[in-house]
C-alpha cells in the first residue's frame, strides 16, 4: 500500500501562507526521496530473476513509482554473491564475457538503477535462482510513497517539506530563521532513520525457496523486518 504526498498537506499548509497545494506537495516528494536515499528506510526484495545461460545482464525491477537507490544484497542458488565494482571486475576477471568462461555468478555488479550484472556468466537456466534485495527511492514523478515509511517518518518528511519552502526567496512566507530550525529537525530525523534501518537490518533472511516464475511464494519483509503478504 501507498500514502499520497498530498495527505500530507493539511499539516504543511497553515505554516505557508499563500503557497500553492502543487508546490507543497512537490516538497514532500523532495523530502522523502532524500530521506530514501540518505536513511535507507525504504527496502525491499525485488521479484526473484530466472538466470539465463550466456546472459549476464538482467534488469532490476523497483516497485511502480520507484527506483532501485542501492542493491544490498544479492544471493544466487541460495549463496549471496559478493559486490564489485566494474574496474574491478576488469582487473580480476578479464575474460569474464568469454562462453569459456561460464559458470555459476560469484559477484555482482550495479550498473545503473535498472541494470545489474552477474558474474561469472551463468552458465545454466535456473528459474527464480536470484534474490535481490534493495533500498528503494520514490521517482520524481510519484504521487505516493510505501505506507511504511510515509506512517513511521511523518514527522521528519513534514519537517523536510517545511525547510525547502521556507528558504525559498521573496516569497510571502519566506522565514530563514524557521527554515533552518526545520533543516535541523530533518536533518536529525534522517541520522535517527538512518540507525532505525541499519539495525532493522541485520535480521532479515536470506533463505531461497524455488517457487517458479510468479514469486508468489515469497514473504516480502518491509524494512524493519516484519512480514508483508
Not at 48 to 72: F, M, N, Q, R
Not at 115 to 136: F, K, Q
Not at 194 to 210: F, H, I, M, Q
Request: a neutral charge; charged letters at 20%.
Amino acid at each position: 500500500m501507498a500514502i499520497s504526498y498530498e495527505s500530507l498537506i493539511p499539516e504543511i499548509a497553515p505554516h505557508l501562507y499563500g503557497c500553492p497545494d502543487m508546490l507543497i506537495e512537490s516538497s514532500i516528494r523532495s523530502a522523502v526521496i532524500e530521506l530514501c536515499e540518505k536513511a535507507h528506510v525504504y527496502q525491499s526484495e525485488l521479484d526473484p530473476l530466472t538466470t539465463v545461460s550466456g546472459i549476464y545482464e538482467y534488469d532490476l525491477e523497483a516497485l511502480p513509482g520507484t527506483s532501485v537507490h542501492k542493491v544490498l544484497w544479492v544471493t544466487h542458488g541460495g549463496k549471496d554473491l559478493e559486490p564489485m565494482t566494474t574496474s574491478l571486475l576488469e582487473q580480476r576477471l578479464p575474460k569474464w564475457r568469454e562462453a569459456s568462461q561460464a559458470s555459476t555468478p560469484q559477484y555482482f555488479v550495479k550498473q545503473s538503477s535498472s541494470l545489474v550484472w552477474l558474474v561469472p556468466v551463468p552458465a545454466t537456466t535456473e528459474v527464480g535462482s536470484t534474490i535481490i534485495r534493495a533500498v528503494l527511492k520514490p521517482t520524481h514523478t510519484s504521487t505516493a510513497c510505501d505506507n511504511d515509511v510515509m506512517n513511521d517518518y511523518r514527522d521528519t518528511i513534514v519537517n523536510g517539506a517545511l525547510f525547502r519552502l521556507l528558504r525559498i526567496p521573496n516569497r510571502d512566507w519566506t522565514d530563514y530563521k524557521h527554515a533552518q530550525t526545520y533543516g535541523l529537525l530533518f536533518a536529525q530525523g534522517v541520522v535517527d532513520a538512518e540507525r532505525r534501518a541499519r539495525n532493522a537490518d541485520t535480521g532479515v533472511s536470506r533463505s531461497v525457496r524455488y517457487g517458479g516464475m510468479s514469486g508468489a511464494w515469497r514473504t516480502r519483509r518491509n524494512s524493519y523486518g516484519r512480514e508483508r503478504g
